[in-house]
């Protein structure tokens, strides 16, 4: 890497800012110089791009693709100014220039490509990818509104559009030459051509895909990667003068039509909606992806499709990319002339697949009907696919006609994505070990029958360049002066476990405190300035941000919190660790029950952050538009990470990762990645509570448990549940819907079967945060569970 020698840049900074501006530099705002900024980062790294690119070309080494219909990749400026080593001068030149690098780093739209952990994943896996030096890209859509912005008025979330680019997006390179065709409806003909049958699909809608490409750039080294985005656009544009006015109209909604593709980001996350926008949204960049790297690789290997899966992994995130199945089988059959046997091999050899989600809601199916009209060659193949699979079954299970029914792709009038991503890969995973138990056991357990060696486990990882070393500048060098900085290395973080001897060090500890102060009065600082509310730096700051979802139980919180409420109102002598609570996260905008939870916690943040009998002791925030900026504040003012759902509902977490890396401690259920954080940090490091994913699993077995019960035994929560009705946070408004899930519906996920072990478990970290040493000690362990979080 080439080191950036400060004179020059502060000149070419100057000279950059002015052709932005076309002022003078004395004269330019911190827009112009955040575009002046990405310029000149994009000329440096577009240069080595371009090397890579060519290299790539080559196919020396195999390729990975990464199919995902989420990329939630954050702000970039800052982190390519980290990965070209960039980070002592930029900073330095521009505080010499009287700028303020927070200010111009704010200019950044923040892209809102995804809705959460499926998304963001991605994200950090083309990182660490980058950061190994791996050749590994992402192919997904390049949505014209992400993730919608959330407001809060009068306590409950307004969703806002997210027009991320209406100033332009520095980081991207439309490729207009790379634009393919992808055909939509119409039908399939067949004919004989030279005694071969052909399918000729004709009368299709046609959709123009534009690709725009985002370099990803690795760390230290020399690597770019692409992320690559597709746009969709009318195929041409009519010259519409000529039309008559039912023309006129006619065209206009085709472009309309097409352009609607990539308009918007579904807000769902973990929740199937069946739309026909959406599937169009699937094929499109499935088709337009494939169809690029089968051209790729042929103008390598002469024109031949021969040895394909021996160079190109196509991998696809969660099912929404599942018709990478059949549309490489119809590009091989249809388009390169390979018999059935033949590209079924090629494709199985090609395919893998990750599942991030048990909850039945979100496990996709398409009727059968929709996907014929809209994709009728696609699904022809799928149909073929299936009847195979359901032959082959009947021939070697004779005797297991109802699983052979069980695991079909075709049943019920639907197609199942799941079936169609396992029958179409050589590898199925689980984002955690216990995630992937269930899938063995539970989920899918028809197909770990017939295809045990297909599973595996691949704990979930996080970006330590994102969220440790980027968002936590002050305790990375506070680690690099303690054990010096071969952990900042790609793949190296468990030379962390260099720390353990420091847990018992007081004079670290002490820093390691200073510097989590820091960053708590920096959450607090923007905290007051964006909504108005002072906190106590000298609080444990106690936190839960996610998106909201019922598994989740942001309301197990929520009731805890009202429950300590109560108990400092009834008892306001006691001996109480002053707490702040801080929440964050976005609900679906149809799901009314999230929407509910968010209302609550804002009613209650109302009542005890104005109640000045409590005041300094308890306060509550939650914070506006969780999105990947706001986490990187967020995380390294953690002292407590709440990591609290149904057992065996959360596949893995990876927040819980985040907080860990920036010590705090995770108070939490045995579920998903948790497990293996206990299993790293030791029980004496964690605070654990509530049911077993086996005990969990019992109860659901014979009709889950009686929440009555718990509600007559526990005069807690018999205060609690009726403040939820009788208008005590809230004078103008109740909570019916949400007490009628816990008592009417009878809790499906828990909440007060786990809600005294969560309360014992909350006094139980009170009192080692009281003993500050033993605190201290704590947190310095959580350093050696790192092994844990990948590369
Ligand atoms: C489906 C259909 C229509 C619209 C949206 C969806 C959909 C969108 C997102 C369904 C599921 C979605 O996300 C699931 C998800 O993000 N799962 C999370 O994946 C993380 C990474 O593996 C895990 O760490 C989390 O535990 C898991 O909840």
């Given at each position: 890497m080439k080191t950036?020698e400060k ?6 900074f100057?000279?950059?800012v002015?052709e932005?501006s076309?002022?003078d530099?004395?004269?330019s705002t911190?827009q112009h ?9 994009m000329e ?7 090397v890579?690119n060519?290299?790539l070309h080559?196919m020396?080494e ?14 970039l400026?800052k982190?390519?100014i980290n990965?070209l080593?960039w980070d002592?001068?930029?900073p330095?030149?521009?505080?010499e220039?009287?700028?303020d690098?927070?200010?111009i ?7 809102a ?7 963001r994943?991605?994200?950090?896996f083309?990182?660490?990818t980058?950061a190994?030096?791996?050749?590994g890209h992402?192919?997904?859509i390049r949505?014209k509104f ?5 407001k809060i ?5 307004v969703?806002v559009?997210?027009?991320w680019l209406?100033?332009?997006?520095p980081?991207e390179?439309a490729?207009p030459?790379k ?5 939509y409806k ?8 030279n005694?071969?049958l052909?399918?000729?699909h004709e009368?299709?809608?046609p ?5 725009y490409d985002v ?14 985005l597709w746009s969709a656009?009318?195929v041409?544009d009519?010259d519409?003068?000529?039309f008559?006015?039912g023309?006129f109209?006619?065209?206009m909604?085709?472009?309309?039509e097409a352009e609607?593709i ?7 996350d973990?929740?199937?909606?069946g739309?026909q926008?959406r599937?169009?949204?699937?094929y499109?960049?499935v ?7 089968v051209?790729r ?5 002469h024109?031949?499709?021969d040895g394909?899966?021996d ?5 696809i995130n ?9 549309e490489?089988?119809?590009i ?10 033949k590209?079924?091999?090629m494709t199985?050899?090609?395919?893998s697949?990750?599942n991030?989600t048990?909850l ?5 199916k ?8 809209l994709?009728p060659?696609v699904y022809?193949?799928?149909e073929?696919?299936n009847r ?7 021939w070697?299970y004779?005797d297991?006609e109802?699983?052979?029914?069980s695991?079909s792709i075709l ?5 199942h994505?799941a079936h ?9 995973n689980?984002?955690a070990e216990?995630h992937?138990?269930?899938?063995r056991?539970?989920?899918f357990?028809d197909f770990y029958a ?11 990882g996080?970006t330590?360049?994102?969220?440790l070393?980027?968002?936590n500048?002050?305790?990375k060098?506070l ?7 071969s952990?900042t290395?790609?793949?190296?973080l468990s ?5 353990l ?9 002490e820093k390691?405190g200073?510097?989590?102060?820091r960053?708590?009065?920096h959450l607090?600082a923007y905290i ?7 906190l106590n730096p000298?609080?444990i700051?106690?936190?839960?941000v996610k998106?909201?979802?019922e598994y ?5 919180n929520a009731?805890h919190?009202?429950?300590l409420?109560n ?9 109480f660790v ?11 905008p149809s799901?009314y029950y999230a929407?509910e939870?968010i209302?609550?916690?804002?009613v209650?943040a109302?009542?005890?952050?104005n109640d000045t009998?409590?005041?300094d002791?308890?306060?509550?925030v ?8 706001v986490a990187e504040?967020?995380?390294p003012a953690a002292?407590?990470?709440e990591?609290?759902s149904?057992?065996?509902k959360?596949?893995s977490g ?6 860990m890396m920036n010590?705090?401690?995770t108070?939490g259920?045995m579920?998903?990645?948790?497990v ?5 940090v030791g029980?004496?490091n ?5 049911l ?6 019992n109860y659901?077995?014979h009709?889950?448990y009686?929440s009555l019960?718990?509600y007559?035994?526990d005069?807690?929560i018999q205060?609690v549940?009726?403040?939820?009705i009788n ?14 899930s816990?008592?009417i519906?009878?809790?499906t996920y828990?909440v007060l079967?786990?809600f005294a072990?969560?309360a014992?478990i909350?006094?139980?970290s009170s009192a080692?945060y ?13 350093y050696?569970t790192?092994r844990?979080?990948?590369?």
């Amino acid at each position: 890497m080439k080191t950036l020698e400060k004179a020059s840049f502060k000149k070419a900074f100057i000279k950059k800012v002015e052709e932005v501006s076309g002022e003078d530099f004395s004269e330019s705002t911190a827009q112009h110089q955040y575009e002046a900024l990405s310029e000149l980062v994009m000329e440096e790294i577009t240069a080595e791009w371009a090397v890579n690119n060519s290299r790539l070309h080559k196919m020396e080494e195999k390729q990975i693709y990464f199919f995902s219909i989420e990329f939630l990749i954050g702000r970039l400026l800052k982190a390519y100014i980290n990965n070209l080593g960039w980070d002592d001068v930029v900073p330095e030149v521009l505080c010499e220039l009287g700028l303020d690098y927070e200010a111009i780093q704010a200019k950044e739209h923040d892209p809102a490509l995804g809705n959460g952990g499926l998304g963001r994943l991605m994200a950090c896996f083309l990182d660490s990818t980058a950061a190994m030096g791996f050749p590994g890209h992402g192919n997904g859509i390049r949505y014209k509104f992400g993730l919608f912005e959330q407001k809060i008025i009068n306590n409950e979330q307004v969703e806002v559009a997210d027009n991320w680019l209406k100033n332009g997006y520095p980081f991207e390179i439309a490729k207009p030459d790379k634009s393919v065709i992808v055909k939509y409806k119409g039908n399939v003909r067949t004919e004989m051509v030279n005694g071969k049958l052909v399918f000729i699909h004709e009368n299709y809608e046609p959709v123009l895909a534009v690709p725009y490409d985002v370099p990803v750039q690795g760390y230290h080294n020399k690597t770019v990667n692409s992320l690559r985005l597709w746009s969709a656009q009318p195929v041409e544009d009519f010259d519409l003068s000529t039309f008559n006015q039912g023309h006129f109209l006619k065209a206009m909604q085709r472009r309309s039509e097409a352009e609607a593709i990539s308009q918007i980001l579904y807000p769902n996350d973990n929740g199937f909606e069946g739309k026909q926008l959406r599937l169009k949204q699937e094929y499109f960049f499935v088709c337009a992806g494939l169809k690029r790297i089968v051209r790729r690789y042929k103008k390598f290997n002469h024109g031949s499709m021969d040895g394909f899966s021996d160079k190109i992994c196509i991998h696809i995130n969660d099912t929404h990319p599942a018709l990478c199945v059949p549309e490489l089988m119809r590009i091989l059959i249809d388009e390169e002339n390979y018999e059935w046997d033949k590209a079924w091999d090629m494709t199985v050899k090609s395919i893998s697949f990750t599942n991030h989600t048990v909850l039945p809601e979100a496990l996709e199916k398409w009727p059968i009907d929709m996907v014929k009209e809209l994709l009728p060659r696609v699904y022809q193949i799928i149909e073929e696919i299936n009847r195979r699979f359901v032959n082959d079954m009947n021939w070697f299970y004779p005797d297991q006609e109802a699983r052979n029914y069980s695991i079909s792709i075709l049943k019920d009038g639907h197609v199942h994505m799941a079936h169609l991503a396992i029958i179409g890969s050589h590898s199925v995973n689980g984002v955690a070990e216990l995630h992937s138990k269930i899938l063995r056991e539970e989920t899918f357990k028809d197909f770990y029958a017939v295809f045990p060696e297909r599973f595996h486990s691949v704990t979930n990882g996080v970006t330590p360049r994102r969220f440790l070393m980027g968002s936590n500048p002050q305790l990375k060098t506070l680690l690099n002066e303690t054990i010096g900085d071969s952990w900042t290395m790609p793949n190296k973080l468990s030379s962390l476990e260099a720390l353990l001897p420091y847990a018992a060090d007081a004079a670290f500890c002490e820093k390691l405190g200073a510097v989590k102060r820091r960053n708590k009065a920096h959450l607090a600082a923007y905290i007051n300035k964006s909504q108005g509310i002072q906190l106590n730096p000298d609080s444990i700051f106690d936190i839960q941000v996610k998106r909201i979802h019922e598994y989740k139980r942001q309301l197990l919180n929520a009731l805890h919190i009202m429950y300590l409420y109560n108990t400092l109102k009834a008892y306001p002598n006691m001996d109480f660790v002053p707490k702040t609570y801080i929440f964050a996260g976005k609900a679906a905008p149809s799901y009314y029950y999230a929407k509910e939870v968010i209302r609550l916690i804002n009613v209650i943040a109302d009542k005890v952050n104005n109640d000045t009998t409590v005041n300094d002791r308890l306060k509550v925030v939650f914070v506006p538009n969780f999105n990947v900026s706001v986490a990187e504040m967020i995380y390294p003012a953690a002292e407590i990470s709440e990591q609290i759902s149904t057992a065996g509902k959360e596949a893995s977490g990876t927040g819980n990762m985040k907080f860990m890396m920036n010590g705090a401690i995770t108070l939490g259920t045995m579920d998903g990645a948790n497990v293996e954080i206990a299993e790293a940090v030791g029980m004496d490091n964690i605070f654990t509570f509530g049911l077993s994913d086996v005990e969990v699993a019992n109860y659901n077995a014979h009709g889950g448990y009686r929440s009555l019960d718990i509600y007559e035994s526990d005069p807690r929560i018999q205060e609690v549940l009726e403040q939820l009705i009788n208008g005590f946070f809230s004078n103008t408004s109740t909570f019916q819907s949400i007490y009628d899930s816990l008592l009417i519906h009878n809790d499906t996920y828990f909440v007060l079967k786990d809600f005294a072990s969560y309360a014992d478990i909350h006094s139980a970290s009170s009192a080692v945060y009281r003993d500050q040493k033993k605190m201290a000690a704590n947190v310095g362990c959580q350093y050696c569970t790192l092994r844990n979080v990948l590369k």
